[in-house]
Nanobody, 117 residues
């Protein structure tokens, strides 16, 4: 399985972006798809996850109520809808897959999100 992110860009504070992660190969019901982000000079941090089969979602406190994770089984993609973006959301966003929330066996290459204030 390979993961390819897209949808990053430059947006003003208060704006929205939608990130997508396309997975090649089969995803199992037990697979958890995660979004992480890493800002310059900071550690990589968990953003959100969704279990491929059940669709169970988990969010970091920093993004609750603003970000929404979803999956499209027919297209083998996971999306992250980001609303009311803040300057502190600026980071390189990564998609990953693993066996649990925040656990990652495979990573995408990342997509840059920059929020201007």
């Amino acid at each position: 399985v390979q993961l390819v992110e897209s949808g990053g860009g430059l947006v003003q504070a208060g704006g929205s972006l939608r990130l997508s992660c396309a997975a090649s190969g089969r995803l199992f019901s037990s697979t958890v798809m995660n979004w992480f982000r890493q800002a310059p000079g900071k550690k990589r941090e968990f953003v959100a996850s969704i279990r491929w089969g059940a669709g169970t979602k988990v969010y970091a406190d920093a993004v609750k109520g603003r970000f929404s994770i979803s999956r499209e089984k027919a297209e083998n993609t996971v999306s992250l809808e980001m609303n009311n973006l803040k300057s502190e959301d600026t980071a390189l966003y990564y998609c990953s897959s693993g066996r649990g929330v925040g656990e990652s066996d495979l990573w995408g290459q990342g997509t840059q999100v920059t929020v201007s204030s």
